[in-house]
């Protein structure tokens, strides 16, 4: 079973066409598994249930993959996680204070 056999036609085309201008290549044959190119080495490889990897062509490129993240040669953009959104909210002088009762 593929991919265009679970989607119907108009959303089948428009996950290709997507995919296309996302820069990811999409190679299906009437009758075969789905195909894309391997975001590391861009070798043509399967995508589904039988490559571990997917969307990678193996374990090799998938840890290049992670070690990019890793290394912060890729990133999510947006605000530092150690940056606290309600720190200064602490020295706030009308902040009510509670006392809990000691047991």
């Not at 953009?77 to 047991?103: A, T």
Request: hydrophobic share 30%.
């Amino acid at each position: 079973m593929s991919l265009k056999d679970l989607l119907t036609p108009e959303l089948y085309d428009e996950v290709v066409h997507d995919a296309h201008d996302s820069g990811v290549e999409i190679l299906e044959k009437e009758g075969q598994p789905l195909k894309v190119k391997c975001p590391i080495c861009k070798k043509e490889t399967v995508y589904d249930a039988s490559n571990p990897f997917r969307p990678f062509c193996s374990e090799k490129c998938r840890l290049i993959d992670l070690g990019a993240w890793a290394s912060d040669e890729r990133v999510i953009k947006g605000r530092p996680v150690d940056e606290d959104e309600d720190g200064e909210l602490l020295n706030d002088p009308n902040l009510r204070k509670y006392n809990f009762p000691k047991e």
